[in-house]
């Protein structure tokens, strides 16, 4: 079992509707949670960054945190053709490592 | 320059060949990492770097991989005789935070390719 399971997609949704992206973890050490945007042939760019559990929001993105049930998820609202891209979930336990899930494949079509 | 810069961004190799893949971190950033990313999947982590040297290497696959970083700043990733499952983007980021990772920068990769 990989220590971050992310479903891979592709998840295909019309504008303007409200998008939910999730990973589920196995590592309770896990205390720092992120969301990367990756558009193709680039490298992934930070979108939210989540310290424990709660909640972080920023514009259209939401950033949610279970630090007990293990689960983490990004909604994005009101989604547009650019936010078609791949979002990766990535964690660390206090370290410089990142452990990254597989991605999700997102197209966001007008 | 703005951003984590890696070079080349293409590189095909034969079975067997000897590579470098270099990374200039943005200005000023003491920690640098260098990860792969396979078709598919998520960037998996190789080696860690808090100035010029290597603070982590466990996710170096095996002793063919080697990364440098002799004046804190330009990070080179060396590959021996490599084989056909090195193929991957090698991706290197930049942070300006030491112990944390949550603020790291990541340059567009480079491709390689062995043939």
């Known amino acids: 079992q990989k220590e971050v399971e992310q479903d891979p997609g592709p998840l295909s949704v019309p504008e303007g509707a409200i998008v939910s992206l999730n990973c589920t973890y196995s590592?309770?050490?896990?205390?720092?949670f992120m969301w990367y945007r990756q558009y193709s042939r680039k490298g992934p760019e930070l979108l939210m960054y989540?310290?424990?559990?709660g909640n972080k929001e920023d514009g259209r993105f939401t950033a949610q945190v279970d630090k007990s049930s293990k689960y983490i998820s990004l909604f994005i609202r009101d989604s547009q053709p650019s936010d078609s891209a791949t979002y990766l979930c990535?964690?660390?336990?206090?370290?410089?490592?990142?452990?990254f899930g597989a991605g999700t494949r997102l197209a966001v079509h007008p | 320059g703005a951003g984590v810069s890696q070079t080349p961004s293409n590189k095909v190799t034969e079975k067997g060949k000897y590579v470098e893949l270099r990374c200039d971190p943005i200005?000023?950033?003491?920690?640098l990492y260098w990860y792969r990313q396979s078709l598919g999947q998520g960037p998996e982590f190789l080696i860690y770097?808090?100035?010029?040297?290597?603070?982590?290497d466990s996710g170096l696959p095996n002793d063919r991989f080697f990364a440098v970083r002799p004046e804190g700043s330009v990070s080179t990733l060396k590959i021996q005789r490599t084989e056909r499952g090195d193929s991957a983007v090698y991706l290197c980021?930049?942070?300006?935070?030491?112990?944390?990772?949550?603020?790291?920068?990541f340059g567009q990769g480079t491709r390689l390719t062995v043939v």
């Open positions: 770097f808090q100035g010029t040297g290597a603070a982590d």
């Open positions: 590592n309770s050490a896990f205390q720092y």
């Open positions: 989540t310290y424990s559990s």
């Open positions: 200005s000023g950033h003491t920690a």
């Open positions: 990535a964690m660390a336990g206090g370290y410089n490592k990142l452990i």
């Open positions: 980021a930049s942070s300006a935070k030491q112990g944390l990772n949550t603020e790291a920068f």
